[in-house]
């Protein structure tokens, strides 16, 4: 059973410039959120996806964007980085449909913004 | 808004004490309490849930009470031993009418000295 598979693990970027994370959820699951979180607190929600389209959204910028693919798998965009998203993004995996609210994380993609 | 907060925000314990984390919520709405423990580097493990219809379970050496009148909850760890040390989550959500945003508190980094 395949769990929550992200990429890349570790990616630098410069000021300015965009970037792209990846993520399949767990085998099963219809439901990606991403979370970010910064050195020393706890994920903050970005925004979920849910049948291709976001559900729900978090309280940040229009410069994070995302979209969610047939076969559940989602990508989460960046655009105009600022030193500030330097932090780990997670995504996590859960089953709509199952009503049960439990998400699972994957390893989460490390972000260094120079 | 929705928020989380959780205390204390470190706690130093020895080995084969109990450790308690303390947590409150805003959203009186949220029915399902996720608790989680991230190791250094690595990503959110879920570890034990309770949901609102019950008021205390128990896994092993892991305990979680919940009191919905006074939207606490809390996280009991007996016997601790020093693979127990890490950075430890409660979080709050509000299935299925929330889709699974999870909001989570700021953390508690637990040290377990042998």
């Known amino acids: 059973d395949a769990g929550v598979t992200q990429s890349p693990t570790h990616l630098i970027k410069t000021r300015g410039q965009q970037v792209t994370l990846r993520c399949s959820p767990k085998?099963?699951?219809?439901?990606v959120s991403w979370y970010q979180q910064a050195l020393g607190q706890g994920p903050q929600f970005i925004f979920q996806?849910?049948?291709?389209?976001?559900?729900q959204r978090g309280n940040f910028p229009d410069r994070f964007s995302g979209h969610q693919f047939p076969n559940y798998s989602s990508e989460l965009n960046v655009n105009a980085l600022l030193l500030g998203d330097s932090a780990l993004y997670l995504c996590?995996?859960?089953?709509?449909?199952?009503?049960?609210?439990?998400?699972?994380f994957g390893e989460g993609s490390w972000l260094t913004v120079v | 808004g929705e928020n989380v907060e959780q205390h204390p925000s470190t706690l130093s314990v020895q080995e084969g004490d109990s450790a308690v984390i303390k947590c409150t919520y805003s959203?009186?709405?949220?029915?399902?309490f996720p608790w989680y423990k991230q190791e250094l580097g690595k990503r959110p493990q879920l570890i034990i849930d309770i949901r609102s219809n019950v008021g205390e379970k128990k896994d092993q050496r892991i305990a979680v009470t919940l009191n919905k009148t006074a939207k606490h909850f809390s996280l009991h760890i007996t016997e601790t031993q020093p693979e127990d040390s890490a950075v430890y989550f409660c979080a709050a959500s509000n299935p299925p009418t929330s889709y699974d945003k999870v909001i989570f508190g700021p953390g508690t980094s637990l040290s377990v000295i042998p």
């Open positions: 959203d009186s709405a949220s029915n399902y």
């Open positions: 996806y849910y049948e291709e389209e976001e559900r």
């Open positions: 996590a995996s859960s089953l709509t449909k199952g009503r049960l609210g439990t998400i699972y």
């Open positions: 085998s099963g699951h219809d439901t």
